[in-house]
């Protein structure tokens, strides 16, 4: 079973607004991380978090983690339509060797 | 421009043709992969190399064959594909196993 699953499967939001993904996964991690794709194009990684962090910060985007509740939220503030995309969460589980990849967020920012 | 370069951009070639996918990247990395991206379903990981030797093969089908010369370049050859074999084939590269990855642009492979 797929251990990253992204909510909502898509969102669309005016420009100006905030926008808020989340990602479930199902085993312990030593890190999650967060993808932005282009539509046909190759992914661009945007922030890792491990486990024993909370939050970070990079530019307009924060993430939040929590292991407790096996989740994580991607929030991008102030939306563009440039930021229209689909976002994807990635993790690492304790175990290590592997990186599993969730289906994705379509994110469409509209002006 | 991520430092990782994928050619060709789109493929399209029969089931009883042979090509091949090439990758390189320009960032010093020691690990490569292989992911193929299918439409509605996740990415899925194919091969990884570390330090050029296959450290993971998820049990693809022998009609892709991985080829990893150098640490810099990755090759995935293709030969008797099946039509459910179109996808987005990516490669991507990362300094420490399974950190932070940088994808190349992908090829756009269809199989008729």
């Known amino acids: 079973s797929q251990q990253g699953e992204e909510d909502p499967q898509a969102l669309s939001i005016q420009e100006g607004e905030n926008a808020t993904m989340n990602c479930s996964y199902k085993?312990?991690?030593?890190?999650l991380q967060w993808y932005r794709q282009n539509s046909g194009r190759g992914l661009v990684h945007l922030i890792l978090?491990?486990?024993?962090?909370r939050e970070k910060h990079s530019g307009r985007l924060r993430v939040t983690l929590d292991t407790s509740k096996k989740s994580s939220s991607l929030l991008i503030t102030a939306s563009r339509a440039a930021d229209t995309a689909s976002y994807f969460c990635?993790?690492?589980?304790?175990?290590?060797?592997?990186?599993?990849f969730g289906t994705g967020t379509q994110l469409k920012v509209e002006l | 421009e991520t430092g990782v370069t994928q050619t060709p951009r789109h493929l399209v070639m029969g089931m009883t043709n042979k090509k091949s996918l090439k990758c390189e990247q320009h960032l010093g990395h020691n690990a490569m992969y292989w992911y193929k991206q299918s439409a509605k379903k996740p990415l899925e990981l194919m091969f990884v190399?570390?330090?050029?030797?296959?450290?993971e093969n998820n049990s693809v089908p022998s009609r892709f064959s991985p080829e990893c010369p150098n640490s810099s370049h990755l090759f995935l050859h293709l030969h008797t594909l099946q039509p459910e074999d179109s996808a987005l084939y990516l490669c991507?590269?990362?300094?420490?196993?399974?950190?932070?990855?940088?994808f190349g642009p992908g090829t756009r492979l269809t199989v008729t």
């Open positions: 978090i491990r486990s024993n962090e």
């Open positions: 990635a993790t690492e589980p304790g175990g290590g060797n592997k990186l599993t």
């Open positions: 190399y570390s330090l050029e030797e296959r450290v």
């Open positions: 085993t312990s991690i030593n890190n």
């Open positions: 991507a590269s990362s300094q420490d196993f399974f950190g932070e990855q940088y």
